[in-house]
């Protein structure tokens, strides 16, 4: 059991890039986990990691046993899920992380509660990028591009940003031809909540456009939604969050030939992790519903 402890202590140490992160974990001091890797690389005779004041990474050597670790756990954690399915549903705490507009995921998200209510959902939404090993969340939603190699990832589907008005506003104020033609409407804004810039809306503009008005921000998408379904103007906003209006009719596309963008959700989670039941049907059920027609 000891090497297995000190197992642990350079998995979460190597894929942490520091000592006091691991030990945070592990619910030990830094020291500790120093400790349990040098007496682990006296005992296997190569040094396993590169110590610095501002963080570690790994050796060659160091790699190569790292992959070797995370098997085992693997095999450990493929034994506790066999156990684990003979006791019956999934259960326990699962941390998530989502962006802002995951909000709108919330009739997904109820839907899962309502299918397994013995998992407890620690839901965090930011537009904060988390650091999804440090902050020991079990999975996150993100869209963009991905490239942190520490973490498995499955696509939960496609959406685009488009831009929407209300057909009473159209009728009054008229519908826009070209980008140009906005400069005389009403031009509601989402503001990235931590950085506070304004989110560009995807055209395709002429150099000599005029700037794209503003007559309304929100740090947040549903006011947008209230207010172009209101009528007080057009708004960019995601498909998946107005299908439901626009197949209805109460709001109407703008511009879309003059529009250019495709975005991804994904689910990512520490691929040392092997997928215990609660994120294998969390991730599952995502998948499957999110964004069905």
């Keep these: 059991m000891d090497s297995l402890h000190a197992f642990n202590a350079f998995v979460r140490a190597a894929e942490a890039r520091s000592f006091t992160v691991a030990g945070r974990q592990l619910g030990v001091s830094s020291s500790a986990i120093g400790k349990a890797i040098a007496r682990l690389e006296e005992k296997v005779g190569v040094r396993l990691l590169h110590r610095s004041t501002r963080a570690v990474t790994l050796t060659a050597e160091g790699a190569l046993f790292l992959e070797r670790c995370r098997r085992i756990f693997s095999?450990?954690?493929?034994?506790?899920l066999e156990l684990a399915q003979t006791q019956g549903a999934p259960r326990g705490k699962l941390r998530v992380s989502l962006p802002i507009v995951g909000?709108?995921?919330?009739?997904?998200?109820?839907?899962f509660m309502q299918?397994?209510?013995?998992?407890?959902?620690d839901l965090d939404f930011t537009d904060r990028l988390v650091d999804?090993?440090?902050?020991?969340?079990?999975?996150?939603?993100?869209?963009?591009?991905?490239?942190?190699?520490?973490?498995?990832?499955?696509?939960?589907g496609g959406f685009r940003l488009g831009l929407v008005a209300s057909p009473g506003y159209l009728a009054q104020r008229g519908t826009p031809?070209?980008?140009?033609?906005?400069?005389?409407?009403?031009?509601?804004?989402?503001?990235?909540?931590?950085?506070?810039?304004l989110e560009p809306w995807p055209l395709?503009?002429?150099?000599?456009?005029?700037?794209?008005?503003?007559?309304?921000?929100?740090?947040?998408?549903?006011?947008?939604?209230?207010?172009?379904?209101?009528?007080?103007?057009?708004?960019?906003?995601?498909?998946f969050a107005i299908r439901r209006q626009l197949a209805e009719g109460r709001l109407c596309a703008v511009l879309a030939e003059h529009t250019e963008h495709e975005g991804t959700f994904r689910l990512?989670?520490?691929?040392?992790?092997?997928?215990?039941?609660?994120?294998r049907v969390f991730v599952d059920f995502m998948a499957r519903h999110l964004f069905a027609q």
Excluded at 115 to 121: F, G, K, M, T
Excluded at 178 to 192: E, N, V
Excluded at 211 to 237: D, F, K, R, S, Y
């Design 177 to 197: 031809r070209t980008p140009a033609d906005l400069a005389g409407h009403a031009c509601l804004h989402h503001r990235y909540a931590t950085s506070g810039k």
């Design 75 to 80: 095999e450990i954690e493929a034994a506790e």
């Design 204 to 239: 395709r503009r002429g150099a000599g456009d005029p700037e794209i008005p503003v007559a309304a921000v929100a740090n947040t998408i549903e006011p947008l939604i209230a207010m172009v379904e209101a009528g007080l103007g057009i708004a960019c906003l995601p498909d």
């Design 268 to 279: 990512l989670w520490p691929s040392s992790r092997y997928m215990s039941p609660k994120l």
């Design 115 to 121: 299918a397994y209510p013995d998992i407890e959902l």
């Design 103 to 111: 909000m709108l995921m919330m009739p997904t998200l109820t839907a």
């Design 132 to 156: 999804v090993v440090e902050e020991g969340f079990d999975v996150v939603v993100r869209a963009g591009a991905v490239s942190d190699s520490r973490l498995m990832m499955r696509v939960l």
